[in-house]
């Protein structure tokens, strides 16, 4: 006689293709739905939301007759003219100088803000100090800080500084001297850094807590210490999040108006593009038609920087695909 031992059977449910728990809920039948959009059609939304862009662009190369007579789909050959680039060029216009400016201001509120939240990302998710958790908490309670409430108080410290006087002894302490900032550049991209660094931080702390703990302990064996780590671990596996923090930061900080508005003012030599091309259309809008050109320019540069910081990013995700 032949003795078989029994065959013990798992009595839970096998899990369905691509991760599907077959519960058959309403979560299930939307992801479902989603999945089965084909990508001919994603496509042909991102082509729908460009048509915008080439409305621009072409009525950006039109005078102002045609732009007043047709729309921009029925543009004809005769139409076309560069009078308007011409014209928002011109020295009296002052797009040149306001694109400087423009940079002046969205560099530096992007490379600021990441590289101090890098440091401050990895101090909070892989050292371990006293009231780590709490500081963490503060920090991403201050995304709660509405804009328009601290814009005001900013412009306040940028002008006159910050003081505070003791009612007791009638003393007043200095905390923040007057740097003389209010009009310029400098302080749009310290406003702008401010209130990025929240973020950035609830951000790449995300990212960065969630690297293996191996390669950590790895490093420390062989005598790493927290810079060499964060240097040479950290920072290249951070890349993407890196990239995609800084293509939203840099499209922000181009494309504002409030901020670069309240900080700048009148300063006609500090102004952004934004603010240029807000005062190009002139009085009673006499000058619609270099509008849509000084709005193209505008756009353009952004467009250039997402899709150099796109690259970065597919190679970011790329760099750890491959072991060996």
Do not use: C
Request: proline share 6%.
């Amino acid at each position: 006689m032949t003795l078989s031992s029994p065959v013990i059977t798992d009595s839970k449910p096998e899990a369905a293709p691509g991760g599907d728990d077959g519960g058959g809920g309403a979560v299930d039948r939307v992801y479902g739905f989603l999945r089965s959009i084909p990508t001919g059609f994603l496509w042909l939304i991102v082509v729908v939301w460009s048509i915008p862009t080439l409305g621009l662009f072409v009525n950006s190369i039109r005078d102002r007759d045609a732009q007043r007579a047709t729309g921009w789909w029925k543009v004809e050959p005769g139409d076309f003219t560069l009078d308007n680039y011409d014209q928002i060029f011109a020295a009296r216009a002052g797009l040149g100088r306001s694109l400087l400016n423009s940079a002046a201001i969205a560099i530096p509120a992007t490379i600021i803000p990441i590289a101090i939240a890098a440091f401050a990302a990895y101090g909070f998710a892989w050292i371990d100090f006293r009231g780590r958790k709490g500081l963490f908490i503060a920090t991403v309670s201050l995304l709660a800080i509405p804009l328009q409430v601290a814009l005001i108080p900013a412009l306040q410290m940028f002008n006159n500084g910050a003081h505070f006087t003791l009612p007791l002894i009638d003393k007043t302490i200095t905390l923040i001297p007057d740097f003389d900032l209010a009009g310029t550049t400098t302080a749009v991209w310290l406003t702008h850094t401010g209130f990025a660094m929240p973020f950035a931080i609830f951000l790449l702390h995300n990212y960065i807590s969630s690297l293996p703990r191996d390669i950590f302990e790895a490093a420390r064996i062989d005598g790493a210490d927290h810079f060499t780590i964060f240097w040479r671990l950290v920072l290249p596996l951070s890349i993407p999040v890196l990239a995609a923090f800084a293509i939203f930061q840099f499209l922000w900080t181009w494309n504002d108006y409030l901020i670069a508005n309240t900080m700048i003012g009148a300063n006609a030599s500090e102004q952004p593009t934004t603010i240029v091309i807000a005062n190009l259309a002139g009085d009673f809008g006499r000058n619609e038609n270099i509008l849509p050109a000084g709005a193209f320019v505008q756009a353009f540069i952004p467009l250039i920087v997402f899709f150099a910081l796109q690259r970065y990013f597919v190679r970011g995700i790329l760099a750890g695909s491959v072991k060996g």
